[in-house]
């Protein structure tokens, strides 16, 4: 049957006296992997060859070639061909051939010639890439311990933390996305921090990419501002350039007791706008406030460590000095049997 159909499809083609008219190109088109795809035809699609005049076409990949031909339409009917299975693609109302499961291996340049009523036959391509979008709310910063919206998110930190860096991440997409950082100010408007990022192979989803920013935050009065990161690239379709602003607050800690809570105490601790606490702290004066008794747990630990191993090595030093005693006083009586032997 199909090899009938290709024959007359033939035969038709040979009696219209085609010549190839032209190829038109259409850009890269991104599709998203595990769905269905749709790529038009480009003289098609432009208008040029109105759809009711159409009465052959034939879609290739990756070539135009004979024994690269897709799927066929030929006045009405519509087949696969070159043993491919049915319902791998298909040709719509509009011309356009449907991938119905968009897979990695997909990926390639696809061709449609076009054989319209009393005209010569019209070739187009197109370029197809395989896109997955990201699964999750994106981009995602790492310090975030709640999302306000789809596009903020809070960072709490103690302000003993003077020095800290803010990740920013978008996993699992195809191609890789590229993350910028601005400051946000509170009139809206940004200016760059950092456009640089790292691309990693994602360890749970097959052949994506995870993208992450890091930047480095020092707690001063520059804090005052909003830190922006802005996911940009194809695999983001109409979500491009979807952004997420961190806002920074830090806890306040006065006393010892708050500092020997757990971390789970922290996020209910009165919260300071920095503003607010540059101005009631400066951070010199905050410095000299916090004394040995807000030492963290960690530098009070370290501190009895070392001064158990001073202790020990005391007592070592101490062991050492008798043991080298006891063997200077030996020694004369060993020389002594010498000579006298
Ligand atoms: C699409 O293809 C993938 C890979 O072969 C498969 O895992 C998935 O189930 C398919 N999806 C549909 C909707 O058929
Ligand atoms: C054909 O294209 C038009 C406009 O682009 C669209 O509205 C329509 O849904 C398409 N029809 C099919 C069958 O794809
Ligand atoms: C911040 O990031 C830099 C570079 O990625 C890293 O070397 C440093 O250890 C990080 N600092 C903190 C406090 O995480
Ligand atoms: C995404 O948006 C940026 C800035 O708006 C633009 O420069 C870029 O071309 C866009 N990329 C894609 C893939 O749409």
Redesign the pocket.
């Given at each position: 049957m199909k090899i009938i159909d290709l024959t007359a499809l033939w035969i038709i083609l040979m009696v219209g006296g085609f010549i190839l008219a032209n190829d038109i190109e259409d850009g890269t088109i991104f599709l998203e992997r595990g769905n269905p795809g749709i790529l038009s035809c480009p003289p098609v699609a432009s208008g040029q060859i109105p759809l009711d005049q159409i009465e052959v076409m034939y879609w290739y990949s990756p070539v135009l070639r004979d024994e690269n031909i897709l799927i066929s339409y030929f006045l009405g009917n519509v087949a696969p061909q070159n043993g491919i299975p049915e319902g791998q693609y298909d040709i719509?109302?509009?011309f356009?051939l449907v991938i119905e499961n968009v897979t990695d291996s997909d990926e390639g340049t696809y061709y449609c010639r076009v054989k319209p009523r009393l005209r010569a036959l019209v070739d187009g391509h197109v370029a197809m890439r395989v896109k997955v979008a990201p699964q999750k709310p994106f981009p995602d910063v790492t310090q975030c311990i709640q999302r306000v919206s789809e596009s903020e998110c809070e960072v709490e930190w103690s302000n003993d933390i003077k020095k800290t860096n803010l990740t920013c991440i978008v996993r699992d997409t195809k191609p890789a996305v590229a993350l910028r950082w601005l400051l946000e100010y509170s009139d809206g408007g940004t200016q760059l921090i950092s456009d640089r990022f790292t691309v990693q192979l994602s360890e749970f989803s097959v052949n994506t990419f995870t993208t992450s920013a890091s930047i480095p935050i020092v707690a001063s009065n520059v804090d005052k501002y909003m830190y922006r990161c802005q996911a940009y690239g194809e695999a983001l379709g109409a979500r491009n350039g979807s952004h997420v602003t961190v806002t920074a607050f830090y806890t306040l800690q006065t006393s010892h007791s708050t500092s020997l809570q757990s971390n789970t105490a922290v996020t209910v601790m009165p919260r300071l706008d920095f503003t607010t606490e540059v101005h009631d702290a400066p951070e010199g004066s905050q410095n000299d406030m916090i004394g040995p008794t807000d030492t963290p747990d960690g530098y009070r630990y370290a501190f009895i460590a070392t001064a158990v191993a001073l202790c020990l090595s005391l007592a070592a030093i101490v062991g050492l000095v008798i043991a080298v005693c006891k063997i200077s006083r030996r020694k004369p009586e060993q020389n002594e049997k010498v000579e006298v032997q």
């Open positions: 719509n109302g509009n356009s």
